[in-house]
């Protein structure tokens, strides 16, 4: 298993878990984690990502269909869809900078709704 798919993993765990501990496990001490590329500031630090994990409602189970599209060393860029349903839906592309444990120092969701069929 790749260091990009391994993360993913990870990420969709804590996701579902909101287990502080398993968010602490994906992110550096010192990580960033940017909700949108052009996001005046990053949230700061592995102890607030996990907070804000722990703390963050969802309105349904979300379903991912989420895949490692490239990967090296520093990088994964993974992409795909999360639907909450009877909710939203959205398009991903995430930005995972990784350190030299596999955890990730830096991350960018790129992210839209996404537009059903019959809505043009």
Not at 4 to 32: C, H, M, N, V
Request: charged share 30%; hydrophobic share 40%; proline share 7%.
């Amino acid at each position: 298993m790749t260091t990009a798919q391994t993360w993913l993993d990870g990420y969709i765990r804590a996701w579902e878990s909101k287990d502080p501990a398993q968010a602490r496990a994906l992110f550096t001490d010192d990580a960033e984690y940017w909700f949108r590329p052009d996001d005046p500031e990053p949230l700061r630090g592995v102890d607030a990502i996990a907070r804000m994990w722990a703390e963050e409602e969802e309105p349904t189970r979300a379903q991912h269909a989420l895949c490692v599209l490239i990967e090296d060393d520093r990088l994964g860029i993974i992409t795909g869809t999360v639907d909450y349903p009877g909710h939203d839906s959205y398009c991903n592309l995430w930005e995972v900078h990784f350190a030299a444990d596999g955890r990730a120092q830096r991350f960018v969701e790129w992210y839209m709704p996404a537009t059903a069929p019959d809505e043009g």
